[in-house]
C-alpha cells in the first residue's frame, strides 16, 4: 500500500497523519515532535497523553533540541567573547538552568513532501532564529528537518543554515521516549556501543576538562546487551563505535515479545534517561541522539564542533527504526 500523508490536530496544532503498509505516525508541527509512531499495532512513542501535557511540554517529550540540546547552566553563555543569557528579561526564571533548545514551542511549515510505495518525506522549516526572537540567541539561522517514514523506520535530517554576518552557536538533537507496547523498562533489554561515559554533577552539567569522561564500567557498560532492571540512569555515553554502514546503533529489545528499536545516529553522544523524574515515570525509556556534549556552549573543547559560519550548513543524521527477534 502506498504512503499517504493526510493533515489532522493535535491541542489545536496542525500534525501530520502519515500512514504506509505497517506504520503509523502522529507528527505535530508544532517543534516537529513525533505524538506516536506504531508498527504492526505496536506503539513505539511514548507521546504527550492530552492537550494539557503538550501545551505544557511535560516531560519535552519527542523534542527536537534546536539549537542546542539538554541544558545550559544557569542559562547563561559567552560566545565569540561576548555574554548571552537565555534567562534575560525573565525575572521568575533568572539564571534557572534552560532545557533542550526554543523551537519546541514554534510551528513548522512544510515545504516538501513525497509519497511513494516504499516512504513518505516531509520537509518542514523555520526561520524563527533571528535576533529579538529569543532571549540570548541573537543570530540568524534557518532549520529544516527532513523527515522520512518507511514501514519500519524514522530518519531525520536536521540542518541549521546561518543566514547572518556573524557566526553562531548551534547543535541539535532528539528527545524521545520509547516504548514497546506495554513493556515494563526493567525488563527491556539495551545495548549501546559506547566506550566513554559523561560524568556529571549533582545539576547533571557534565564535569569540567577531563573529569568530564570515564572509561564505561560496572553499572554504566551497555556494550553487551543487559536489562535495564531497576537502574536508574539520566546520562549521556560518547566515543560510540559506528558499524559497517557508518552509523552508531543502541538498541532496545523486549525478550517477551521479540519486538526491538534501533536507535542510529551518524556521530555524537548517546543521553539515556530512564524517565523517573517526569509524569509517569518509568514507563518509558528516553534513548536521546545528540551531536555535543550538555553545556557544549560553555565547554571550549566543543567550541569547533558547536560554531556555524555565516554562509555554513550542518546537517546531523539520526532515526529510529523497529525491529523483530525470534522469540
Not at 533568572?94 to 512544510?110: C, D, K, P, Q, Y
Not at 514501514?151 to 536536521?158: A, I
Not at 553499572?219 to 546487551?225: C, E, I, V
Not at 546520562?235 to 552509523?247: K, M, Q, R, T
Amino acid at each position: 500500500m502506498a504512503f499517504t500523508i493526510t493533515a489532522t490536530a493535535f491541542s489545536s496544532c496542525p500534525a501530520l497523519l502519515i500512514e504506509g503498509g505497517a506504520a503509523r505516525v502522529v507528527v505535530s508541527l508544532r517543534g516537529v515532535t513525533v505524538l506516536s509512531w506504531t508498527v504492526d499495532g505496536v506503539e513505539l512513542i511514548d507521546g504527550y497523553a492530552d492537550e494539557v501535557e503538550f501545551a505544557d511540554q511535560a516531560g519535552m517529550r519527542s523534542a527536537m533540541m534546536i539549537p542546542f540540546s539538554n541544558r545550559v547552566l544557569h542559562g547563561l553563555y559567552t560566545f565569540d567573547g561576548i555574554e548571552h543569557d537565555f534567562n534575560e528579561g525573565d525575572l521568575e526564571h533568572n539564571g534557572e538552568t534552560v532545557l533542550h533548545g526554543m523551537l519546541r514551542s514554534v510551528v513548522f511549515a512544510i515545504t516538501e513532501t513525497a509519497v511513494g510505495e516504499a516512504s513518505a518525506i516531509v520537509r518542514f522549516v523555520s526561520r524563527a532564529l533571528r535576533p529579538g526572537t529569543f532571549p540570548g540567541y541573537p543570530f540568524s539561522v534557518d532549520v529544516a528537518i527532513d523527515l522520512t517514514v518507511t514501514e519500519t523506520g524514522l530518519e531525520f535530517v536536521v540542518t541549521g543554515s546561518n543566514t547572518g554576518d556573524t557566526a553562531a552557536p548551534f547543535a541539535t538533537g532528539w528527545h524521545p521516549y520509547f516504548t514497546i507496547g506495554t513493556a515494563p523498562i526493567e525488563e527491556l533489554v539495551v545495548s549501546i556501543p559506547a566506550e566513554t561515559r559523561i560524568v556529571p554533577d549533582d545539576a547533571l552539567i557534565p564535569l569540567k576538562g577531563d573529569a568530564a569522561r570515564e572509561p564505561v564500567s560496572g553499572d554504566r557498560d551497555f556494550r553487551a546487551p543487559r536489562a535495564v532492571g531497576d537502574h536508574v540512569l539520566d546520562v549521556a555515553f560518547a566515543d560510540l563505535l559506528v558499524d559497517v554502514d557508518g552509523l552508531a546503533h543502541s538498541t532496545i529489545t523486549d525478550p517477551a515479545s521479540g519486538h526491538g528499536i534501533d536507535v542510529w545516529q551518524e556521530r555524537g553522544l548517546m543521553h539515556v534517561f530512564t524517565s523517573d523524574t517526569v509524569t509517569r515515570p518509568r514507563k518509558s525509556l528516553a534513548m536521546e541522539p545528540v551531536e555535543v556534549m550538555t553545556n557544549a556552549v560553555n565547554r571550549p573543547e566543543q567550541a569547533d564542533a558547536i560554531r556555524l559560519e555565516p554562509g555554513e550548513s550542518r546537517g546531523f543524521r539520526f532515526g529510529a527504526t523497529s525491529t523483530r527477534e525470534p522469540t
